[in-house]
């Protein structure tokens, strides 16, 4: 996975936005901690800050306005990011 940012993650959105995803699935990702043990080596965790960040740009980039906990934006950021970075192959403007 690469973890370069899009150069036009707006023309993703709106890609996006003009697709009927009724009939296509929606692309996403989860990602879950273990709070029960000890917390993993951060080699083990080597994405997590560079994901943080490529949120980050995204979220800048689409929803500059957006508050904290503003759900729609997070919506939005993470739609770029699935589209771009996990299928890889349907996000291309």
Do not use: K
């Not at 740009?57 to 934006?73: C, N, Q």
């Amino acid at each position: 996975m690469s973890l370069t940012p899009h150069p036009d993650p707006g023309a993703i959105l709106a890609e996006n936005e003009r697709r009927a995803l009724e009939r296509e699935g929606i692309p996403m990702f989860l990602a879950l901690e273990d709070l029960r043990g000890p917390i993993p080596p951060v080699a083990d965790r080597a994405e997590g800050p560079a994901l943080a960040e490529l949120t980050g740009t995204y979220a800048a980039a689409v929803r500059p306005e957006a508050e904290d906990g503003d759900l729609a934006a997070l919506a939005s950021v993470v739609t770029v990011l699935a589209r771009v970075h996990f299928f890889p192959e349907n996000g291309t403007a």
